[in-house]
């Protein structure tokens, strides 16, 4: 009996093995097949739980505790109309709407600033990779380098930091103009110049991107004409609407942008944005209307040397372009914040990942003086000498400048 069992126990242990090495085979092909996908799913679950994680904390950011909650604070106590008709923030009309609707939803208002934002990254990761696909299917390269790009676009710190702890809304505005850059690929402009309205009535910082598309219709792109540019006042006017409907004056409404243009806080030639002015040029008054006239003169110069050459504008030239008009705004324009080269830092990081990672130590540089102004904002870190960190911001601009004249004149 005794010899019996051990033979049906070895028996036994024999299946098990098999079913074991055959679960097994299993899991490898399904390895072999799906890593990929599994890696992508555990990285956006990642990058998902970090921001859930910073979302709750609210003391770091003086933005919320100085200005978000209050305002939100204010619409509970006066309701949305008269709080529209007053308009509380600086915000113009849109996020003060979102604001004031927030106010009366269950929970604490981080939930909804912050989720708000936080849904508008995923949103700029989606957009960032057709725009990636685009580009790499243009140029007959893996299409999976696109996924990276998006990816990396959700875990640089600033995408981290911005929205989930710092309770900004630059994602918001980035993501529409993200979307306008990607429609323009596929020359769908009615549809470009909507979403971009769209960014605009959430900052005015969105239009930044704007000369992308003035040179393209110097050039004469097909399907641009000067009517889709009426999309940028069309959506002001609109996104205007719900305070003057509460009772707000005109003007008052529609002034908003010239009112932060001229904002006694905003009366510095760089603020905590490391660019030209970081070089002791800081007399805002003397200085404000030549830095516009620079910056304009630069536009121009660009214009113009497209114009001569006449450059094929693929979908890698036109995102380069885009990158390159975005971050000459913030180099060489009056009161600029530290925050507003978001869009620098998604697009440029998302650029080099698809096209030649080996050159991308622009993008290095770009997101590691951001994570010293982050940090030095939130976290009161060690924050190096401005000056030092303008050198290294405007060498990597100029080698960008110069890489994006090179490109285009290659491509003629």
């Known amino acids: 009996m005794m010899k019996c069992y051990n033979i049906k126990n070895v028996f036994g242990v024999e299946v098990a093995m098999k079913l074991l090495y055959k679960f097994e085979d299993i899991i490898h092909i399904l390895i072999d097949k799906y890593l990929f996908h599994i890696g992508i799913f ?8 970090i921001r859930c994680h910073l979302a709750p904390i609210t003391m770091l950011s ?11 604070e204010y619409y ?4 949305i109309i008269q709080g529209l008709a007053e308009t509380m923030g600086s915000y113009y009309v849109p996020y003060n709407l979102f604001l004031a609707i927030i106010a009366f939803l269950p929970g604490q208002p ?25 580009i790499a299917e243009e140029h007959s390269t893996a299409t999976s380098k696109a996924a990276f790009a998006a990816l990396a676009v959700l875990l640089i710190p600033a995408s981290i930091l911005n929205g989930a702890l710092w309770k900004q809304c630059d994602s ?8 306008s850059i990607y429609y323009s690929l596929k020359k769908k402009f009615n549809r470009s110049f909507f979403m971009l309205g769209i960014g605009f009535i959430f900052k005015l910082q969105a239009i930044y991107v704007l000369p992308v598309f003035i040179i393209l219709y110097i050039l004469r792109e097909k399907g641009l004409c000067m009517f889709h540019f009426l999309w940028l006042p069309v959506m002001y006017l609109a996104g205007g609407l719900p305070a003057v409907l509460a009772g ?9 942008y010239y009112h932060q243009a001229n904002y006694e806080g905003f009366n510095a030639m760089t603020m905590n944005m ?13 200085l404000k209307m030549p830095a516009l006239m620079i910056t304009l003169c630069i536009f121009i110069f660009m214009a113009c040397f497209i114009q001569k050459c006449r450059p094929q504008i693929d979908s890698t030239n036109l995102v380069y372009l885009s990158v390159w008009c975005l971050w000459t705004c913030i180099m060489f324009l009056p009161a600029q914040h530290e925050r507003y080269n978001f869009p620098v830092l998604l697009l440029l990081t998302a650029f080099y990942i698809v096209t030649d990672i080996r050159k991308c130590w622009p993008a290095l540089v770009i997101n590691v003086i951001s994570c010293f102004q982050y940090g030095n904002y939130l976290f009161k870190a060690f924050y190096p000498n401005e000056a030092l960190m303008a050198i290294f911001h405007m060498i990597a601009y100029l080698y960008v400048t110069y890489d994006l004249l090179r490109r285009l004149g290659d491509s003629q």
């Not at 509970?76 to 309701?79: E, L, S, T």
């Not at 707000?248 to 908003?256: K, N, T």
């Open 172 to 179: 918001v505005y980035t993501c529409f103009v993200i979307i």
């Open 110 to 134: 981080w939930i909804y600033i912050a989720g708000f934002s936080i849904i508008c990254d995923y949103v700029c990761a989606f957009y960032t990779y057709l725009i990636a696909k685009t």
């Open 62 to 72: 003086g933005d919320y505790q100085e200005s978000l909650l209050p305002w939100v």
């Open 42 to 49: 555990i990285i956006l679950l990642c990058s998902l739980l």
């Open 274 to 286: 490391p660019n030209l002015y970081s070089f002791s040029l800081s007399d805002y008054p003397a």
């Open 76 to 79: 509970q106590k006066n309701g």
């Open 248 to 256: 707000r004056r005109v003007l008052d409404v529609y002034d908003v």
